[in-house]
């Protein structure tokens, strides 16, 4: 049964023609634009000191090695391409929600009151959500991923070479990190985007089975396949380290797991309200049902066709 069908659920507002739609999202799209582009200004005036707060996974990192926090730019036009990353994406967090607002806005006029009650606390979550996988990859993942890549520095000890250029009397090679900022900032956000998209999917499995297009035995049935799934997206959108790996796929199967109890409660929270107002139906009384319906056939086969001709 459709929530729209509810008693005194109805649109707020009356149909508009096309045109209307069109330029209202227009204007709404403007709005977001001209929002961004004022977050991103902002950020960009301040883009030094959330660089410095970006880095602060790998200087903790080095200094527990007993080494300096220095990223080095390999190009003059380095340092700008860094900042206009660092504004994009403090820009659009800064604007988010905003932009968030904005398209509920226009979504909001065609959806029954009951559709708004629904889906709004996923409008909520969907966020909240987000910034909670990419805390989680910013404050536990990045560090360990640092500190799994930093391990492999080499560092040479001994007595300085010989004026004769002996090999044997050289030092041993020294191999430390001189990381470039750009590339460590583009990781950065690979991690934080990653972990954030990848923790939206208990809202939208959730979401799905609220609309009726998964089921919680549906996706026990192909839990081996999203176990492969997950594998591979773990493959994909980490760096080649085990532990990262590992980590993302642990985390991404158990929001499977909470999807699925996410579903099957909403399932539940369908079939008592359907059963409240009389439209649920089990499949065992259906069965019982053609099964009734047989047996007196069966029974009384000339009767049932004496009443088919009559009707």
């Not at 504004?87 to 708004?116: D, T």
Request: hydrophobic share 50%; net charge negative.
């Amino acid at each position: 049964m459709s929530d729209s069908n509810i008693p005194g659920d109805e649109l707020e507002d009356s149909a508009a023609p096309l045109i209307e739609h069109l330029a209202e999202l227009r204007m709404r799209l403007i709005r977001c634009v001209v929002a961004f582009l004022i977050g991103m200004v902002i950020c960009f005036t301040v883009a030094t000191p959330i660089f410095t707060f970006l880095t602060s996974p790998l200087c903790q990192v080095l200094a527990e090695r007993g080494q300096d926090c220095d990223l080095i730019f390999i190009s003059p036009q380095e340092g700008f391409f860094v900042a206009i990353k660092v504004s994009l994406l403090g820009g659009f967090i800064l604007s988010f929600p905003y932009l968030a607002n904005q398209m509920w806005r226009f979504v909001a006029p065609g959806l029954y009151k009951s559709e708004k009650g629904a889906f709004l606390p996923f409008l909520v979550a969907s966020p909240f959500m987000f910034f909670l996988g990419a805390s989680f990859a910013f404050y536990v993942v990045t560090p360990l991923a640092y500190d799994f890549f930093l391990g492999f520095q080499q560092f040479g000890t001994g007595g300085e070479a010989l004026p004769d250029g002996d090999p044997q009397n050289a030092a041993p090679l020294s191999v430390v990190f001189q990381g470039s900022a750009q590339e460590y900032l583009n990781l950065t956000i690979k991690f934080i985007v990653a972990f954030g998209l990848c923790f939206q999917l208990p809202v939208l499995l959730t979401l799905m089975g609220k609309a009726g297009l998964v089921t919680a035995p549906g996706l026990k049935a192909v839990r081996k396949y999203a176990v492969v799934g997950i594998l591979v997206l773990a493959a994909l959108v980490t760096p080649p380290d085990v532990i990262t790996q590992i980590i993302l796929f642990t985390v991404v199967y158990g929001l499977y797991e909470v999807s699925i109890f996410l579903v099957a409660r909403v399932e539940r929270e369908r079939e008592k309200r359907l059963r409240a107002e009389g439209l649920w139906f089990d499949d065992e009384d259906e069965d019982a049902d053609a099964d009734d319906v047989a047996e007196g056939m069966d029974a009384h086969p000339e009767e049932m066709l004496d009443d088919e001709t009559k009707k």
